[in-house]
């Protein structure tokens, strides 16, 4: 994969984007649009709306933690490969899959401040994996 390039030529930084609203607003669409060699991290059938609306299937891993989308991004940076951008399509389902795994990990504790504090930590590595790749990151969130 190659650096985002300005018009002048020069390396860009690759952007790390969240657009949020309710469901059916067109965010999965607008990605399909915008990222047409992107790599879509999306639940079974979440992609539709891309297939009829854009007219292309797009590549797509199903993952159901925000820890296996971190994972996901770090073995693209050893790897590379043809994509120019990862789509996160739902963060919002992701991280709600997460806290249904740290809840079963913290079952025998009463302790929500180390549940949010483990959610927060799976997040902040995301964070970190995605601000430091070498290609556009792109979030979906419910509203």
Same mark, same amino acid.
């Given at each position: 994969? #190659?650096?985002?390039?300005?018009?002048?030529?020069?390396?860009?930084?690759?952007?790390? &984007?969240?657009?949020?609203?309710?469901?059916?607003?067109?965010?999965? #669409?607008?990605?399909?649009?915008?990222?047409?060699?992107?790599?879509?991290?999306?639940?079974?059938?979440?992609?539709?709306?891309?297939?009829? &609306?854009?007219?292309?299937?797009?590549?797509?891993? =199903?993952?159901? #933690?925000?820890? =296996?989308? #971190?994972?996901?991004?770090? =073995?693209?940076?050893?790897?590379?490969?043809?994509?120019?951008?990862? &789509?996160?399509?739902?963060?919002?389902?992701?991280?709600?899959?997460?806290?249904?795994?740290?809840?079963?990990?913290?079952?025998?504790?009463?302790?929500?401040?180390?549940?949010?504090?483990?959610?927060?930590?799976?997040?902040?590595?995301?964070?970190?994996?995605?601000?430091?790749?070498?290609?556009?990151?792109?979030?979906?969130?419910? =509203?």
């Amino acid at each position: 994969m #190659t650096q985002p390039q300005s018009a002048q030529g020069t390396a860009l930084d690759p952007a790390f &984007v969240l657009t949020y609203g309710p469901s059916g607003s067109g965010k999965t #669409t607008d990605c399909g649009y915008s990222f047409p060699n992107g790599l879509f991290i999306a639940a079974r059938g979440a992609l539709k709306s891309v297939s009829s &609306v854009c007219g292309y299937t797009p590549a797509q891993i =199903e993952v159901q #933690t925000i820890a =296996e989308a #971190t994972n996901t991004i770090l =073995e693209l940076q050893k790897k590379g490969g043809n994509y120019d951008a990862v &789509v996160i399509d739902d963060f919002s389902f992701l991280a709600e899959q997460q806290f249904a795994v740290i809840e079963k990990k913290f079952a025998r504790s009463s302790n929500t401040f180390a549940k949010w504090g483990a959610l927060r930590d799976c997040v902040i590595d995301f964070r970190n994996a995605a601000r430091y790749c070498r290609f556009h990151v792109i979030l979906n969130c419910w =509203e």
